[in-house]
């Protein structure tokens, strides 16, 4: 009897699997989340094209074996989109926006443009919760996964973390949840949306990839804009850009807020230090600052809108006893050790000024602050201000370090204050490392947060914050 429900749940599956039989298949980059499909396409028998920025012979020895025994054919090169051509289905990476021209014109001629995490939204039989904004994504769909793994539940954690989930589709079942946190570039051009959406916050970001800011934004908003009335979305009502979404919802809206005191919904009461649930006007206190793991007023936001996504899946005792155990996630404002009376915390996921703001914001003892790096087209004056509030010594390296010194330069002549800070330049992680210890003295925090990507020196922010780490526990 399981077998024959479990059959009929994954009928859609079923159905779009003996369709991509024997069809001509595109796979666009081979980065993490089209790396299975590789072996998914060819157990399903379609004819596979793979188009990659990287010649044949740099791919790794395990992906160039598999193109070879699968018979695929691969185009690489910068210019290798322009052979895209008569296609029926086109799996794009992330990175490869539905706007550009190739894709554009394969669309028009009739082929589905589409992606891994489109075709696992569309044809997954269980509930399914999407996780976007500029800031807290991963710590929040990582808070969320915790509540629902201690209630018990099967759930898989997905998208920009976690392993791709598309093809295991098979194994998945009904009462299951998926937890994807996704991006601009993920949600872009996106026709369906998850049945629990929540975007934590939006600031300017990527805008050295999208046209502009309203790109950006339209593409953030499809996370819930094909939603039913049964469907929820939550939502900041702080950032005056994701509070103006809620006139765009289909189904039901629960909001956040750590700086107004809600009639409906949750808040951080920055007087109390607890985390509140509000309705109708009527507070009942969930948890205390002092009981949870994670620092800063940012964190505590992302609590609330953990709480109001899982709402409806668990209860609050639940909930509370999962926010305990949270330790956070690494190179997010996670500590790395204690010398000499410093406390080290990498926050190398800090790509942005509105993210290194947030991880300021979490400390009240004096900062020596490691910043800089690869430049993304961004409006650091905000940031200026607050260096120039809460940094003591200012370590600066990469493309934006003269940028953020002129914006804390501003800052400062603003202020009308005799406060100094002092800023150094230096060339690499261990030159910064070094400094900081030089200048730190006993109760200080050293604090990786570069308010910039970190493609000048570093593949990704992963790479950036594990060197960060190893200079602070090998070189001091």
Do not use: W
Request: proline share 2%.
């Amino acid at each position: 009897m399981l077998q024959e429900v479990f059959i009929l749940i994954n009928e859609k599956l079923e159905i779009y699997e003996n369709n991509i039989k024997s069809k001509k298949v595109a796979i666009i980059g081979l980065g993490v989340s089209n790396i299975p499909l590789i072996d998914y396409f060819y157990k399903l028998g379609a004819y596979v094209t793979i188009f990659d920025n990287r010649y044949k012979e740099d791919l790794s020895e395990e992906i160039h074996t598999k193109i070879k025994k699968y018979d695929y054919k691969y185009i690489g090169g910068d210019d290798n989109l322009k052979q895209l051509h008569g296609y029926d289905y086109i799996f794009r990476s992330p990175s490869c926006l539905p706007t550009k021209p190739e894709l554009v014109e394969e669309k028009n001629r009739g082929a589905i443009i589409t992606s891994e995490i489109e075709m696992l939204i569309h044809l997954a039989p269980c509930k399914i919760i999407g996780v976007t904004g500029t800031e807290g994504k991963t710590t929040t769909s990582s808070i969320i996964y915790a509540i629902l793994k201690e209630a018990g539940l099967v759930c898989y954690l997905g998208g920009n973390i976690g392993n791709p989930i598309f093809t295991n589709l098979s194994d998945i079942n009904e009462n299951d949840i998926i937890v994807l946190e996704m991006s601009s570039f993920q949600l872009m051009g996106m026709k369906e949306s998850p049945n629990i959406s929540l975007v934590t916050n939006i600031f300017p970001d990527h805008l050295n990839v999208h046209k502009d800011m309203e790109e950006y934004i339209n593409s953030k908003k499809n996370i819930f804009l094909h939603q039913n009335e049964n469907d929820l979305v939550v939502l900041n009502y702080d950032n005056e850009i994701t509070r103006s979404f809620e006139k765009d919802a289909k189904g039901n809206v629960i909001l956040f807020s750590s700086k107004e005191k809600l009639q409906n919904g949750y808040i951080y009461d920055q007087d109390s230090g607890n985390i509140v649930f509000c309705k109708n006007g009527v507070q009942t206190n969930i948890i205390h600052k002092s009981e949870i793991k994670l620092r800063g007023i940012h964190n505590y936001e992302n609590i609330c809108s953990a709480l109001a996504v899982t709402s409806r899946l668990t209860d609050i005792e639940t909930q509370i006893k999962a926010i305990k155990k949270f330790i956070g996630v690494e190179h997010r404002l996670e500590f790395v050790r204690e010398i000499d009376g410093v406390k080290y915390y990498n926050d190398s996921i800090g790509t942005s000024p509105a993210s290194t703001i947030a991880g300021l914001n979490a400390f009240d003892e004096n900062i020596v602050l490691l910043a800089g790096g690869s430049d993304k087209g961004l409006d650091y004056t905000e940031i200026g201000e607050k260096i120039a509030e809460k940094v003591g010594t200012l370590i600066l390296c990469g493309p934006t370090s003269s940028i953020i010194e002129k914006a804390v330069d501003e800052a400062l002549k603003r202020r009308n204050d005799e406060r100094q800070i002092k800023i150094i330049y230096v060339n690499n992680m261990e030159e910064a490392v070094l400094n900081a210890k030089e200048n730190a003295k006993s109760g200080d925090i050293v604090l990786l947060s570069p308010a910039s990507a970190s493609f000048d020196l570093y593949r990704n922010f992963a790479e950036r914050g594990n060197v960060f780490k190893k200079c602070v526990t090998e070189k001091l």
